[in-house]
């Protein structure tokens, strides 16, 4: 049995554990020579560094809960009360980024009451915050984030689901005997098969560096500056009519991070990944993941 075929097979079966189609497909990245896949089946085999940016599916919120006095009465076990929650505040006290291994996150299902613990200077400075909107006798005594039922068992899912679209995308592209020469001379199709299944934002793909070209050219963009974002575009042989597609979206809706640029913009990437892909535009699918990537964030300050 030819190894994609054994690996689509362990991820139909539920009662097979993640990490088995995840070590063979650590075993197919390393044999084909792909670098950009083999760094993602590491991450979920052996976690993620601080310095990795995590994937949607490992990024959640909970719920402050805690124990604490307001106006004498002592509330024990309870939410917070937050009014008005900012996204600056959103992420400082209720975001939840789990970088463990597979394995460690496939331990956690099923188990109820997880929480993370909030440090105390966090807690001083929640308790300051809700003083000076009023609460002038509150006093919080302790504080935790509580993780969502659902949360361990969504990265499980999700790694399982996004490995299994990828390997049948593979298997539509190249036949279930996929030869692994075949696969070799063909890593950047894999990479932009893997930009669409596994490190997709669900409205369109992040970029990434697909294979190792690089660009040369120094981009100048000032933050905002649509012109220069123009003019540098053009001279990479981006057609003008694709240019002025991204210039409308571009401003619609702020960044989600560094890689994933909000809906509109990424559907603009997709399409013109895949112009790099088909020919259209002539140049590799790697440097024109670097390239966009680059010119987008210059323009965003990022």
């Known amino acids: 049995m030819k190894l994609l075929e054994l690996i689509i097979n362990e991820l139909a079966i539920n009662n097979v554990l993640i990490s088995e189609p995840l070590l063979k497909t650590k075993v197919l990245a390393s044999r084909i020579k792909n670098s950009y896949l083999l760094e993602w089946v590491n991450s979920e085999l052996n976690g993620y560094s601080e310095d990795t940016n995590l994937p949607d599916y490992r990024v959640e919120y909970g719920v402050l809960i805690g124990n604490y006095i307001n106006n004498g009465f002592q509330i024990s076990n309870a939410q917070i009360p937050v009014p008005n929650i900012s996204k600056e505040f959103k992420d400082l006290y209720t975001k939840i980024e ?14 109820d009451n997880l929480a993370f613990s909030v440090s105390n200077d966090r807690r001083l400075y929640l308790e300051n915050e809700l003083r000076s909107l009023g609460y002038s006798r509150f006093q919080i005594l302790n504080l935790h984030i509580q993780t969502p039922v659902n949360f361990f068992s969504n990265i499980v899912s999700n790694v399982r689901s996004k490995l ?7 298997e539509q592209e190249f036949g279930i005997e996929a030869d692994l020469s075949d696969l070799a001379k063909n890593n950047q199709i894999i990479n932009q098969i893997m930009n669409t299944t596994i490190n997709n934002s669900g409205d369109g793909a ?27 575009l053009l001279s990479e042989n981006i057609q003008s009519e694709d240019v002025s597609e991204l210039l409308e979206v571009l401003d619609i809706i702020k960044p989600v991070s560094k890689n994933n640029y909000g809906p509109k913009v990424n559907i603009w990437i997709q399409k013109m990944l895949g112009k790099a892909l088909d020919g259209s535009w002539k140049i590799g699918i790697g440097a024109a993941g670097t390239l966009l990537a680059d010119c987008i964030n210059s323009y965003y300050g990022l």
Do not use: P, Y
């Open 98 to 111: 789990n970088r463990d291994s597979i394995e460690a996150v496939s331990n956690l299902v099923g188990k």
């Open 164 to 170: 299994l679209e990828f390997m049948l995308q593979l």
């Open 206 to 232: 992040i970029i990434n560096n697909g294979d190792n070209n690089k660009v040369d050219a120094t981009i100048k963009i000032h933050k905002n500056d649509k012109e220069s974002l123009r003019e540098k």
